[in-house]
Structure formats: C-alpha cells, structure tokens
C-alpha cells in the first residue's frame, strides 16, 4: 500500500501541495484529477523523490520512503514527457529498466515483446523515438512503466495525447496491465472522463489541495463542493442562486419552485445555492424524465441543440440563466420553442452560497413537496 501523509510540497519558495493525505492499496487504481496548474505533476514527483517534501511522509508498504533517492523506492513513473532514451530502439527503451535491474536481454526482449503486442508497438520495435508519434511515444513510455512492475506505478497524463479511438482501447489496456501486476497505480490526468473511466477511487485536486476522494460515481452524485461539481461532468452541473422563503417555500428569483422543501438545508431565509445535473433537467416527452412526483416545473426557450450520439445535449433559457439539459436524440426540439422544463428537485445537490460547500441534507430527508 503506497500512503501519502499530510505531503506538502514548495517550489521556489512557493507552496505547490497543501497536506494531501490519500492511500493506495496494492492493485488499486486511485486518479486524481484536477486544472493545469494544481499540482497534479507535483504530486506524482514528491512520491518518485524527484522533488522534496516541505512537510508530511511517504510510505510503500510501511517502509519509509522519505530518505530513500528515486531508483531505491520500487515506484516507476511514466512522465508526461514521456522521458525515452532517444538514441536507443523502442525495444531497448522497454528492455532498458530490466536489464538494468539484472535481467539477462534475452528474458528482457521476451518480456518487452510481449508486452509491446497489447498496446500495438510490436511493429515499431526497431524505431526509434523520433520516428514515432506522439502516441506512439506515449505508448512506449506506458508500456516500459508496466513491464518494470514495480509496487506503485505513477502515471502522469498517460493517455493524453492518444486519439480518441486508441485512448479508450488504451484505457481498457492500462487496466488489464495493470489487473496483472497488483502495484497500486496513482494516476493524474486533466481529463474528467478518463478519470471517472480508470478509477476506483477519484480525487480531485484544486491548487494544491485535495477537495474530495470516493469511488467516481460518489464525486459525481454529492460533490464536496461547487468546484468539484463543476468540474466534473459535460456539460457542467447547472447551478441556481435560490432562496427559502420565510414560509418555508423554495424561491428561484420570482418562481416558486416548491412550497416546501422537506431537507434539513432549508432553514427559513437561507440562501442557497441548487445545483442540478443535465440529466436532472427533464424536457415534456423525453425519457430523462424520471417522473420525480417532486420535480419543480419551470418555463425555458430552446436556445440551442448540440446531437451527441446517443443523446442530444439542449440549451435552455430561464428567466436568464443558461441551463443544460440531456434528451435522447429522437426527441424533436425546435430552437426557440418555449418548453416546461422538469427539476428533479429530490436528486439536487446544495451548496453554502458564501463557502461553495456541499450541504448534506439529513438522513431521509431531501425531497421537496411541490
Ligand atoms: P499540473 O501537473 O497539475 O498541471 P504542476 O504540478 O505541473 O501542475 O504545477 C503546479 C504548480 O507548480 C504550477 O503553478 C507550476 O507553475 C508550479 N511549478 C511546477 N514546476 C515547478 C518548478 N520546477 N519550479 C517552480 N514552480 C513549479
Ligand atoms: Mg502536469
């Protein structure tokens, strides 16, 4: 288990990571996604000792990690920068961590063959890095990551510049490989779907602190705050200032969304911050509509329709706000039609206006009564 203790990191006298704490079990996979900038590559070379720490220890099952320089702590790393030896052949690039452990080149060849077949390197081999894509050279670099099987496996943006149809195979190939060896596998990367896609757990990293780690559909259902909702899903959560009223109804500007709302949030005169998901938005004769008997019913104008395969994503207009909502793509929708738009009111999240944080309603409770 790779456990990661109150880590602080400063560069250049700036501090980068703010006390991250997060284990790693042994054939676990924990993502941590976050913006460019938050400190995602930072986390990954304060495990690898390529960077110190300011504060905060490192453990790879139980032993210390701290004092120990990079090629002693059993963690390989696959850098955003891929790091290929560029004179050497992608067959000797993978064979490179073997051989230098001790194993003898024929065993390393075999090994390396084998595992270049998964990812589609076998008839690259003989390349150099230069005459690879970028793809291609990000496969070189996963692939030797792998074959060193070390206890943790860090991969930084491993995915990223693959296209599109390779990166979802390649997903499902960093977790076959990944299945095999057991190590716990931290991996960062600025892509919310890959994120949900790969992890077991998902932490979501937001200048230099760690905002939330669960299962992936957890951090998609109760985000522990408003940056956490916002930045995962497409399109994003759909956030509306409301107010209770005095009565104990709930109030979006001059619409009355519910005469009561049964949570534990909705103290008279709060303001409140509802945050609602696409698919909680349910236009008339779409099957999104879960005919939550508690929907709120609002009025909005089809301002645009986006077709997205399977679905449609719609933009709407209320009362000024842009609004995003899912339909499946045979639902006819004319732009600028009004529509009664359905709020799924009992599945919303609620967030402190002032604070951003998630406000959990108490137990059973969270349903509004229209
Ligand atoms: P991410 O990988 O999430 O994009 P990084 O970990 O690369 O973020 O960077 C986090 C922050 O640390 C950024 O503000 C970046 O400018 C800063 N930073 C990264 N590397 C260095 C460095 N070698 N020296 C000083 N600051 C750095
Ligand atoms: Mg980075």
Redesign the pocket.
Known sequence: MLELDQVSVA??G?P?LHGVSLRVAAGERVVIA?P????????LRAVAGLVPLAAGRLRLDGRELGSLPPGQRDVAMMFQSYALFPHLSVLDNLCFGLTARGMAREDAQERARAAAGTLDLTPLLQRRPRELSGGERQRVALTRALLREPKALLLDEPLSSLDTQLRVRARAEIVKAHAASRAAMLL?THDQSEAMSLADRLGVLHEGRLLQLAPPRTVYAEPANLFVARFLGHPAMNTLEVQVGLDGALWWGSTRLAARLATAVAEPGRRLVLGLRPEQLALPGSRWDSGDPQAAEITAVVESVEPAGEQQIVWLNAAGQRLAARAEPELRLVVGVSLPLRLALSRACWFDPDTGEALRPAAGAGEAMA
């Open positions: 560069l250049d700036r980068v976050g460019s900038g938050s400190g995602k590559s930072t986390l960062v």
